[in-house]
């Protein structure tokens, strides 16, 4: 293994003390790209109208620019998930996805103005202390 850090072998020094933490802020950045695509395909759907298997309907498509944002956030999010689980154990790595659905709920708030229940506040707080357990 070249990254000592993470084989399972004790290294003191930087790496042991940021390496869970850089973990944390890319896999942020990478959860904030996710639900950025997210947010941009519920815009591009709303905007689509109808669905229909004809070329008229595809090449309107073309000009939906909603779909090239979120294309572009889903390209950005799945080259940091590929340096993620490059760089740190998949353990480690898998869990922090779970930012995504925090980013996700505070999305539907801000953005969405959806209403949401304090049962739900509960279990964003619960994922982001998992996250931070397995960071640890």
């Not at 399972?8 to 042991?16: C, L, P, S, T, V």
């Not at 669905?51 to 090239?68: D, E, G, K, M, Y």
Request: aromatic residues 16%; proline residues 3%; charged residues 10%.
């Amino acid at each position: 293994c070249r990254n000592l850090a993470w084989c399972g072998q004790r290294r003191y020094g930087r790496d042991q003390i940021y390496g869970p933490m850089r973990l944390f802020l890319i896999a942020v950045v990478q959860s904030m790209l996710l639900c950025g695509g997210q947010v941009l395909l519920k815009f591009a759907l709303q905007k689509m109208g109808g669905f229909a298997w004809t070329v008229h309907f595809f090449a309107s498509q073309l000009t939906n620019w909603w779909f090239l944002g979120c294309g572009i956030c889903y390209a950005a999010a799945t080259v940091l998930w590929m340096y993620i689980i490059k760089n740190f154990p998949f353990s480690m790595a898998y869990p922090m996805i779970s930012l995504s659905y925090v980013f996700g709920m505070l999305t539907a708030m801000l953005i969405f103005h959806e209403t949401i229940p304090v049962t739900r506040w509960i279990g964003v707080a619960l994922i982001m202390g998992g996250c931070i357990l397995v960071a640890r």
